[in-house]
Each structure stands twice: as structure tokens, then as C-alpha cells.
């Protein structure tokens, strides 16, 4: 059972006052909320009256009237002696709300559905859309037109923009023809698709650790066991995985080798084409997700991807226009063999019949200006990093970072305190961070922030900004409340 504090509470309620009618009232309402949208879980116990109505600055009574109003309205329940609870809607499915709940917590993309407009972004490592695209959206719709008379399913993806993307992998080492490739709406979806595909409830499923929390969140909702293997400064070791393999039995494992989101780690040559090896030897599945890799910076570009190194098939790819272009266009795909890709089209069918076919062109006429864009992104990206890095030295001088040799973001290790509860800390005063927990599936990484540097100058400033105010007014806290009056985070 989850055990809220009043300081977790306040991180999810911040904006409780801005509602109407009564303080109970509005209480009530921004709790039940929290609630519906599966941020609390049922049965998680609430703080106690008292200590809540101190941490907001209200009378006790107050609190007892908006619990007493959510207590009638069903939302939660309450036993003398044991607390307030989160009570069970109509018809619910214990695990369901759970894995909702858990869901919820992912900031990655509550973030995108929960965030108020005047807090500084963090929490998304997507940069905005590059040059060329707004008038590749023009033009695009022009090519519209000789689609209008067919129904627009087309599930398996445009044929052109097929061919665009397989020509494009032929360019980076990696022969690929037109059916070996499946476009998805994002690359979220394509390793969602895999995972449908792949794994069963319970299955075990090797990962790195740190790795990117939407692949993380993707098999947690597959029901699929985790082990992590560390990923340092060269990503998974051949010899880390092939001990995984034997020992687990597991027939998937997914890795992010050319800029892993969140480190910008690379997995250098050898060790990719031993990773293949491995795979091949256990006749186990690697997803190898390619999302980052055009995101270079100062040094020099990722080898080859691995699947270059596994022609047989155990090597599937994860591909997407978000990083380079824009997310927004939510075009993505899977590199496979046909045999792959054929039965991947009959999931991807039921998840959503096919992609929208208007962003599809879009990207077919904007793939021919990927090298462009990559030198673009690489000048803008590059200039980012430098300036957060500088922010950071002169803001926050005892954090540490290694510098990332590409991708959008710093991983950045915290002198002292817990991620999580600074984060919550930071988005008091404005600004959202996803902590180190949410990309290592093995809960540690409790020292890290995830900071990426692909707002505009102006947001990266004072996001920096705000998170000295926060981290000055963190470290007071800490600091008293380990003196023996404990006094709680604010
Ligand atoms: C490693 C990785 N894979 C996949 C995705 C999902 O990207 P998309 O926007 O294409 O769905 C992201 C997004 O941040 C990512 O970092």
C-alpha cells in the first residue's frame, strides 16, 4: 500500500487555491483530480488532517470538511485509528489502476498531459521542429490530393516514405529494402508494437539501466519482469549480456547503443558487433532503438547500429523523425526482416489501423534533408549544452556531469539529497525534472537528474535558474529537517 506524504501530496496539488468556491471546496476538488487521473492510487493512504492543513497553510477543520466532502462523493474512505484511504471506483480492476497509477508517476509524460504553462519544461527531451519542416507541411498537402479517392489505411505505411526510410538506413551502414520497414506512429509506438509481439505477462526482458523511461513504462504494462544490466560510459557490456542471457533465459532485450537516453552513452565498434554475436548465440531478439542516433554533437558519429552486425534477424530496429525533425509529426518505424514486419502489421492494425497518412508525406519530403538538419541541430544542440553547462558551473557549482557526446540531455549526479524529492522540490518553484529512478528499472539513481538542453535560450536560463532557488531552498530544508525538530521539505 503507498503511503502519500504531505510533501508528495503538495508536489501533485500545487494549484489546489486556483480553483473555486470555498478553501474545502477547492481542496476537494484538486484532490479528487488527482484521483481520477490515477495519480494516487486506490488504496494509497492520505495524509493525516493536521499534518496536510500545516503544509497548506490551513486549519485542520478545513481539511476534515474537504475530506468529508470527497468521503461523500465516494473517492476515498476512511477507518478510525488506521487513516484516509483512496477508495475503489465502481467496477475496478486492482492491477489496472495500479499499473495507471504507476503510469501516472512517469513525469516523462504526465508531464505532457498535466503541466501548467508557465512552468519551465524539463521533463521532455524534444527539441523544436527543425528548418525545413513547416514548409515540407505546406507542399505536403498538395501530395494529398492523389490519396483522396483510396481510403488512407495504409498500415504497413506510405510505399514512398517506406522507400525514403530504407534508403536512409542504407546511407548509415545498414542495407534495408522497402519491406523491411513498417512505419509507426512514433517510435514509442514501434517499441510498443515489438513488445506486443514479443513478450508475454511475466516474461523476463534484459534492459540497461539507466535507459529511456517510455520503453521501461511500455513493458512494465506488458507485465514483463526486468533485469537491468549497468550501462556505464560504453553502454552494455557483450559480456554483461551474454551472463544476463544465460542466467535469465530471457528471449528479448532492449538497448539504446548510439546515445542512450538519458547518458548519451556510446557502445563503441567491437562490443557492438560481440553484442550481436551474443544475441545470435542465446537466439535471443535485440531491440536496438535508433531514436538518438542522429543526434551527434561535438564528437564523432555512433559505428554502425548492431543490427549491421546481426543479418540473420536478431536484430530488430526502432527508428524515428522525432529527435531530428519533430515530434509532432509522430513518425517513427521498425527496421526487420519481411517475416517481421509482416506479422508486426497485423498488432499494428488493431493499436490504430494505420499512421496518419498527411505527416507521412510530410516526412517523405523532408528524409532527402536529413544531413542538413543533423549539421543544423548538431551547431544549435551543441551551443545548448555549452550554454547549460556553463548555467550549471556558475549556479549550481556541486553538481557533476560527464558531457555527453550526443543525444539532448545531461545526466546530471546530485552532491547530496534524493532526486525524487528534489524534483518535487523544483517543480514548486516552476520548474519540472524527471529524477534518476524513472530511467533506472532497478530503483536506483536516486543522485540523478535528467536535464535536457533543447529549450530555447531564454526557457534554458531561467529553468537553470530556478533550479538554484530550488536547490538553495532544498538544501535549507534537509539540512533543518535533520535537526531534531524535523521539519518537512517546503
Ligand atoms: C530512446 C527513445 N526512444 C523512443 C522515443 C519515443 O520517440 P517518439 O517521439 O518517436 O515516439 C524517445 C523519446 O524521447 C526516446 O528517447
Known amino acids: 500500500m503507498d503511503i502519500i506524504s504531505s510533501a508528495q501530496l503538495m508536489g501533485m496539488i500545487s494549484t489546489w487555491r486556483q480553483g473555486r468556491g470555498s478553501l474545502r471546496r477547492r481542496l476537494a476538488d484538486c484532490l479528487r483530480d488527482v484521483i481520477e487521473r490515477g ?26 470538511g474537504a475530506y468529508d466532502l470527497l468521503r461523500d462523493e465516494g473517492w476515498i474512505r476512511s477507518w ?13 480492476q486492482g492491477h489496472r489502476d495500479q499499473l495507471v497509477a504507476h503510469l501516472a508517476r512517469n513525469p516523462l509524460f504526465s508531464g505532457l498531459i498535466d503541466s501548467p504553462a508557465t512552468t519551465v519544461d524539463f521533463a521532455a ?20 490530393t492523389g490519396h483522396l479517392r483510396g481510403h488512407g489505411y495504409l498500415t504497413l505505411g506510405l510505399p514512398a516514405l517506406r522507400h525514403a526510410i530504407a534508403a536512409h538506413m542504407s546511407a548509415r551502414a545498414l542495407p534495408t529494402a522497402e519491406d523491411e520497414v513498417l512505419v509507426t506512429t512514433g517510435g514509442q509506438q514501434a517499441i510498443s508494437l515489438l513488445i506486443t509481439l514479443y513478450v508475454e505477462a511475466a516474461d523476463p526482458v534484459v534492459v540497461e539501466t539507466p535507459t529511456y ?56 565498434l567491437e562490443t557492438r558487433r560481440e553484442l550481436a554475436r551474443v544475441a545470435n548465440e542465446f537466439q535471443a531478439t535485440l ?17 554502425p547500429p548492431i543490427a549491421a552486425f546481426g543479418p ?21 518505424w521498425v527496421r526487420a526482416p519481411r517475416s517481421v514486419i509482416r506479422r508486426l502489421a497485423r498488432v499494428k492494425a488493431v493499436a490504430d489501423i494505420a499512421s496518419s497518412l498527411l505527416p507521412q508525406l510530410v516526412a517523405t519530403r523532408l528524409l532527402p534533408f536529413a544531413d542538413d538538419v543533423r549539421a543544423e541541430r548538431r551547431q544549435e544542440l551543441t551551443a545548448r549544452l555549452d550554454q547549460l553547462t556553463s548555467l550549471l558551473t556558475e549556479l549550481l557549482p556541486s553538481w557533476s556531469w560527464r558531457r555527453p557526446a550526443g543525444g539532448l540531455s545531461l ?24 529524477p534518476g529512478p ?45 535537526q531534531p525538530q524535523h521539519r518537512t521539505i517546503v
Open 125 to 144: 527531451a524534444s527539441p523544436g521542429a527543425a528548418a525545413p519542416v513547416a514548409d515540407a507541411a505546406r507542399s505536403a498537402v498538395a501530395d494529398l
Open 411 to 434: 545526466w546530471v549526479r546530485l552532491p547530496e539529497g534524493s532526486g525524487p524529492d528534489f524534483a518535487e522540490v523544483a517543480l514548486r518553484h516552476g520548474v519540472a525534472v524527471v
Open 80 to 92: 478510525r485509528g488506521s487513516g484516509t484511504f483512496v477508495a475503489a471506483p465502481k467496477g475496478a
Open 39 to 64: 495519480d494516487l492510487a486506490v488504496g494509497a493512504r492520505l495524509p493525516p488532517e493536521r499534518t496536510l492543513g500545516a503544509h497548506l497553510g490551513l486549519s485542520r477543520t478545513t481539511v476534515i
Open 287 to 303: 531491440v536496438e532503438d535508433h531514436t538518438l542516433a542522429e543526434i551527434a554533437l561535438d564528437g564523432a558519429e555512433p559505428p
Open 312 to 332: 540473420d534477424g536478431s536484430v530488430v530496429m526502432v527508428g524515428s523523425l522525432s529527435k531530428l525533425f519533430w515530434g509532432g509529426l509522430r513518425v517513427g
Open 213 to 268: 523511461a517510455g520503453a521501461l513504462d511500455a513493458l512494465r504494462a506488458a507485465g514483463a519482469r526486468l533485469f537491468a544490466i549497468p550501462a556505464g560510459e560504453q553502454g552494455m557490456r557483450a559480456d554483461d549480456l551474454r551472463q544476463m542471457l544465460a542466467r535469465t533465459r530471457a528471449r528479448l532485450a532492449y538497448l539504446t547503443p548510439s546515445f542512450n537516453n538519458p547518458t548519451g552513452s556510446v557502445v563503441p
Open 438 to 482: 524513472h530511467f533506472c528499472p532497478d530503483d536506483g539513481c536516486h543522485d540523478r537528474l535528467r536535464i535536457p538542453f533543447c529549450l530555447d535560450p531564454g526557457r534554458l536560463e531561467s529553468g537553470v535558474r530556478r533550479l538554484a532557488h530550488a536547490w538553495a531552498a532544498y538544501r535549507i530544508a534537509t539540512r533543518v529537517s535533520t
